[in-house]
């Protein structure tokens, strides 16, 4: 894996350890659809596109249960990724 997935890993640990419901972010199209296609990760758009240092870029986002269930059903591989640093318990707590 390259560093966009381990990112995304780091804020997905990062967000279920601190009992966050959701994940929003700013990205650009191409980088959504990288997510979507590559990973399954299917964020849904928040609103408008904006420019902001010389990238376009739309705010997206979703709650991690719906993002979870979407990555096992396509990816489960990459799903397994994801939750690799969580101990057994937290697997359990996060019901994964």
Do not use: K, N, Q
């Not at 390259?2 to 967000?15: D, N, P, W």
């Not at 972010?25 to 979507?36: C, G, H, I, K, N």
């Not at 296609?37 to 997206?60: A, I, K, Q």
């Amino acid at each position: 894996m390259g560093i966009t997935e381990l990112l995304y890993r780091s804020v997905y640990c990062f967000a279920r350890r601190h009992g966050s419901a959701s994940l929003v972010t700013s990205l650009d199209a191409v980088t959504v659809e990288l997510f979507r296609e590559d990973y399954g990760v299917s964020f849904r758009p928040l609103g408008p596109v904006s420019t902001r240092f010389g990238y376009e870029l739309m705010p997206v986002g979703e709650e991690l249960v719906v993002l979870e269930a979407e990555v096992r059903r396509r990816r489960p591989e990459f799903l397994e990724f994801l939750i690799e640093p969580f101990t057994p318990g937290e697997r359990s707590r996060f019901g994964l």
